[in-house]
């Protein structure tokens, strides 16, 4: 899989948000990486031996306050960890970007990791 096909299955992710949700994404930039650094493998609390799929860095919508002029938040996919795991199944590439994109926006949004996996269910 190339990086252009890893990113098509990002915007394909983005563009299936119902409207109500993909209407309130505010000053994010959603971005895809190859492989998390160290710095952001202990930014999203990673125990040692575990790589992530997804990065969110940003302030979420539920706690800003004299927000005006700030940087993009980013949400970061990275494609390396999700191809390594499920490379030899293209559809179960693409469900796990779309879950990764679904979790990171969660965050955006406010919810916890516990959060996001209730309302995954």
């Keep these: 899989m190339t990086v252009k096909d890893f990113e098509d299955l990002v915007a394909l992710a983005l ?32 125990p ?3 790589t992530l799929f997804g990065l969110y860095r940003g302030i979420p919508q539920t706690k800003r306050a004299n927000y ?18 499920f490379g030899d199944d293209p ?17 955006h949004f406010g919810m916890s990791d516990e959060e996001i996996r209730a309302a995954g269910k």
């Design 48 to 50: 040692p031996g575990s």
């Design 91 to 107: 559809d179960a590439v693409k469900k796990q970007v779309r879950n990764t994109v679904l979790h990171e926006i969660g965050h």
């Design 68 to 85: 005006q002029g700030a940087l993009p938040d980013k949400i970061i996919i990275f494609a390396g960890p999700i191809v390594q795991l």
């Design 15 to 46: 563009d299936g948000l119902p409207e109500a949700f993909a209407k309130a994404l505010n000053n994010v930039e959603v971005v895809v990486e190859i492989w998390p650094t160290r710095g952001d493998l202990i930014a999203g609390g990673t």
